[in-house]
C-alpha cells in the first residue's frame, strides 16, 4: 500500500486530513442473543441490546459486568475494520458503521480501519472458497475510495444526526498497510507467530468449515487471523483501543485477537459482534452474493438505495427502524402504531428509506431519491424539471443520453428516430399512432406534431422518451 490516511473529528471540531506515506429482501440472522447488562444501570450496551444491534460479547459474560463498567469509566476507544475488496462498502457493512456510530455518539472515540494489507490475504470468514487474489495497487484505490465514502458517512450523521456534537467521541480512519509495511515475513512470524497456538487456530469455526470443503483452505487463508489479531494488538497499544467490533462471522477472529493481546500484555480486551444483513435465503448480503447495495452513488444512487429500503417486507420493517436508524424506540413505536392505522400510507417503510438514504447520502440525496420518486412512480413533470442530467442518467441508468441541436420543425417522429427509440418505416411510424410512445408522461400520438416546449421539451432542455413499458430514452436539447 502506497499511502494510508488519517482523518479526526473531534467533539464537534473539524480536524484536517493528515497523511503519512507507506510504500431479495434482507433478514436479519440471530443466533444468540447478547445477554444484556443489569436493567438499573440503562448503559449503552443495553440500549445497542434493545435495539438488536449487538448479538453477541466475547469473553463470555463481560456484558454483564466488566464491560459496561469500562465504558462508564471514560470514554474508549472502539475499532471495526473493513477489508477493500471492493471500490464500496455496501449495505452488509453499513450495520456495523451504525454501530461505531452508536459509540461515538456516546462519547468513545471510534477507529475505522481499512485493511489495505490483509484484504491481500483474504478472509476466509463465510466463504465456501478462497478469494481471489487482490493486488498492493487495487487494494490502495478501493482503500482511498472506502475512505471517503466512512467519511461522507461519519460528517451526514455528526451534522444530521447529532443535536449535540460536542459530546462526541473522535472519530479516525487508517489503514492497516501502514503498520505492516516495514514487517519481514521471517522477523513477524519469529516475533509474532510463536505467540498462537496450532489446536485453537485449527478449532475456529470459520477454518473447520474450510478445512471440510472440497477446495480446502490455503495457508494464507490461514494465516489471516493472525494479522487482525495482531491489528487489534497494534491498535491496543498505539490507541488504547480495547474493543472490537465486527459482523458475527467475525468472532473466531475477535477471540484470536483477545487471546493474543492478554498473552503479550496481560490487559483484557473485548469483542463484540452485530448480527449479519442476510437475504430471506440466509445468505450473507454482499458482492460475492452478487446481491450488494452499494453506499457509493456511482454504484447504487441515493434512488436504488431508498427504493430497496421502502420496498422491505412488512415484516422486517419494525426492526430495521431500530437496526438501521437512530430513532428513539419510543419514537419507532409511535411510527409502528401510525403504520398500523393505515398500512397503505407505508409510513415505516418511508421512514426508515429517508433515514438510511440521509446517512449514507446527505440530506441532498435524500432530496434526490424523493425527486426521482416522484419522476418515475408519480409521472411528475415538475420533478423532471428538477432533475439534472447527472441525476436522470442515475435514475435511468441503462437509458441512452444522447444530445442533438434542436432545429425549427423538428417533429414528434423526428425526435423518436434521431433517439433510435422506434425502427425505420413505417412500422416506427404506426407505434406512436397506436399511442405506444410517451413524451415526458405523456402519450405523443401524432408522429407529426412539431416538438413543443413545456410539453415536449422541459424547461432544463430534456426530453424523456418512452416507449413500451421499460424502454427510456434521455434527450438533451441545445440550442442552434
Known amino acids: 500500500m502506497a499511502a494510508s490516511c488519517v482523518r479526526s473529528v473531534c467533539r464537534g471540531r473539524r480536524v484536517r486530513w493528515s497523511f503519512a506515506v507507506r510504500s431479495a429482501p434482507l433478514s436479519v440472522s440471530v443466533r444468540a442473543p447478547l445477554h444484556s447488562p443489569p436493567a438499573a444501570a440503562d448503559s449503552l450496551l443495553s440500549s445497542l441490546h434493545r435495539r438488536g444491534v449487538l448479538k453477541e460479547c466475547f469473553p463470555e459474560g463481560a456484558a454483564q459486568h466488566e464491560l459496561p463498567r469500562l465504558l462508564e469509566s471514560g470514554p474508549q476507544t472502539v475499532y471495526c475494520g473493513f477489508d477493500p475488496t471492493a471500490d464500496s462498502l455496501h449495505a452488509g457493512n453499513l450495520l456495523a458503521i451504525i454501530g461505531l456510530l452508536h459509540f461515538r455518539s456516546a462519547g468513545h472515540n471510534v477507529l475505522a480501519v481499512i485493511g489495505g494489507a490483509t484484504a491481500q490475504i483474504g478472509d476466509p470468514s463465510g466463504k465456501l472458497k478462497e478469494r481471489e487474489r487482490l493486488t498492493a495497487d487495487t487494494a490502495e484505490t478501493n482503500g482511498r475510495s472506502i475512505a471517503e465514502s466512512l467519511w461522507r458517512i461519519f460528517t451526514h450523521h455528526e451534522l444530521l444526526f447529532c443535536p449535540e456534537p460536542a459530546r462526541l467521541g473522535t472519530a479516525a480512519v487508517l489503514n492497516n498497510a501502514g503498520w505492516y509495511r516495514d514487517w519481514r515475513v521471517v522477523d513477524f512470524l519469529s516475533e509474532m507467530g510463536r505467540h498462537f497456538r496450532m489446536g485453537t487456530l485449527l478449532s475456529r469455526h470459520s477454518v473447520q468449515a474450510r478445512l471440510r470443503s472440497a477446495e480446502g483452505m490455503s495457508l494464507s487463508e490461514f494465516s489471516y487471523q493472525l494479522f487482525q489479531a495482531y491489528d487489534f494488538y497494534h491498535l491496543h497499544l498505539r490507541h488504547g483501543c480495547r474493543v472490537q467490533l465486527g459482523g458475527s462471522d467475525q468472532l473466531g477472529n475477535l477471540m484470536t485477537g483477545h487471546d493474543f493481546i492478554h498473552k503479550m500484555t496481560g490487559d483484557e480486551v473485548y469483542g463484540l459482534t452485530v448480527p449479519l444483513v442476510t437475504t430471506s435465503m440466509g445468505d450473507k448480503l454482499g458482492k460475492t452474493a452478487g446481491n450488494a447495495v452499494w453506499l457509493n452513488r ?5 434512488f436504488e438505495l431508498y427504493q430497496y429500503f421502502l420496498r422491505l417486507p412488512d415484516t422486517t420493517v419494525e426492526s430495521y427502524l431500530k437496526l438501521f436508524t437512530f430513532l428513539p424506540l419510543a419514537e419507532v413505536e409511535k411510527v409502528m402504531e401510525q403504520q398500523k392505522q393505515d398500512p397503505g400510507k407505508r409510513t415505516a417503510h418511508k421512514r426508515l428509506a429517508a433515514e438510511v438514504t440521509k446517512l449514507v447520502h446527505g440530506k441532498e440525496g435524500l432530496e434526490s431519491a424523493k425527486r426521482c420518486t416522484n419522476a418515475l412512480y408519480n409521472s411528475s413533470t415538475e420533478a423532471l424539471e428538477q432533475m439534472d442530467d447527472a441525476e436522470l442518467k442515475e435514475l435511468f441508468r441503462e437509458a441512452p443520453f444522447q444530445e442533438f441541436f434542436l432545429e425549427p420543425g423538428t417533429t414528434v417522429l423526428d425526435a423518436c428516430r434521431r433517439a433510435e427509440a422506434i425502427p425505420e418505416g413505417p412500422r416506427g411510424y404506426q407505434m406512436i399512432t397506436d399511442g405506444g410512445v410517451w ?21 432544463n432542455g430534456l426530453s424523456l422518451i418512452r416507449v413500451g413499458k421499460k424502454n427510456f430514452y434521455i434527450l438533451k436539447w441545445l440550442s442552434l
Not at 400520438?445 to 410539453?455: A, I, K, L, T
Open 439 to 459: 413524451f415526458n408522461h405523456q402519450r405523443a400520438s401524432n408522429p407529426e406534431q412539431v416538438m413543443v416546449p413545456g410539453q415536449h421539451i422541459l424547461s
Open 298 to 302: 456511482d454504484k447504487t444512487s441515493p
